[in-house]
Nanobody, 121 residues
Framework: QVQLMESGGGLVQPGGSLRLSCAAS????????MGWYRQAPGKQRELVAT???????NYADSVKGRFTISGDNSKNTVYLQMTSLKPEDTAVYHC???????????????WGQGTQVTVSS
């Protein structure tokens, strides 16, 4: 199985920056994509940003121009640099990974436990 470990959340003032990291470990044959979703209280989980193994990225409209996703394939790690943070960015941010654990396993999605990001003055 694939395990995801997130880090980097916290409390930040509006306009501030944070960097999230997520490392995949365990039994990994191949990773197709990694990324971040978020869930605010009382709301559904929503896409923030994803990146494929070849570097193609996808962002939610609400974070374009403010957030940057990047990855290090050699470390099975994905990063999310968040700038110009707004109170509406407050949520639990979950790391996501689409991967195969063995050559013959099906490709499936894996999720991290989440890290809290709070934007408040």
């Amino acid at each position: 199985q694939v395990q995801l470990m997130e880090s980097g959340g916290g409390l930040v003032q509006p306009g501030g920056s944070l960097r999230l990291s997520c490392a995949a470990s365990g039994r990994i044959f191949s990773i197709n994509a990694m990324g971040w979703y978020r869930q605010a209280p009382g709301k559904q989980r929503e896409l923030v940003a994803t990146i494929t193994r070849v570097g193609s990225t996808n962002y939610a409209d609400s974070v374009k121009g403010r957030f940057t996703i990047s990855g290090d394939n050699s470390k099975n790690t994905v990063y999310l640099q968040m700038t110009s943070l707004k109170p509406e960015d407050t949520a639990v941010y979950h790391c996501y990974c689409n991967a195969k654990s063995t050559r013959y396993a099906i490709t499936r999605d894996y999720w991290g436990q989440g890290t809290q990001v709070t934007v408040s003055s």
